[in-house]
């Protein structure tokens, strides 16, 4: 029995790291997006936050300086379609809200010093990583 239960949490191991080629550009922007946000001084404290109400999901929990930063990244494999960071529309802003409420609820954090960033990664070579802050206003979605 206990053979069993090793193999299984193998096989599971093994499928979780074969991700699908969308799901590997968006790891690596997400790695790119942590080290320009490291380079600019953030602070980065947590990486795919999901809240227990299940609302969503934020990509990167950031501090820079007082200021709380929950942000989304978004990446593309080319520029053809415009900007990714575009596709943070009124329905993933109300999720991004929801968690960012939660986690800055939880953490003790004001309203008033929490702001939404977005970043967008364009994965052309070089690849393009652009930071927009303060992205959304967080009393209201745009």
Request: charged share 30%; glycine share 12%.
């Amino acid at each position: 029995m206990l053979l069993y239960g090793v193999a299984d949490r193998l096989r599971q191991w093994a499928r979780r790291r074969r991700w699908p080629a969308d799901q590997a550009a968006g790891r690596l922007g997400e790695d790119l997006a942590h080290r320009l946000l490291l380079g600019r001084g953030y602070k980065v404290v947590a990486r795919n936050w999901r809240p227990r109400c299940g609302a969503g999901e934020i990509d990167l929990v950031t501090w820079e300086g007082p200021v709380l930063a929950f942000v989304e990244v978004k990446t593309r494999g080319t520029g053809e379609f415009g900007e990714p960071g575009r596709a943070v529309d009124r329905e993933k802003q109300t999720a991004l809200l929801r968690a960012g409420g939660e986690y800055a609820r939880r953490a003790g954090v004001p309203w008033d010093r929490v702001r939404f960033d977005v970043v967008s990664v364009v994965l052309e070579r070089p690849p393009r990583v652009e930071l927009r802050r303060d992205a959304f206003a967080s009393g209201q979605t745009v």
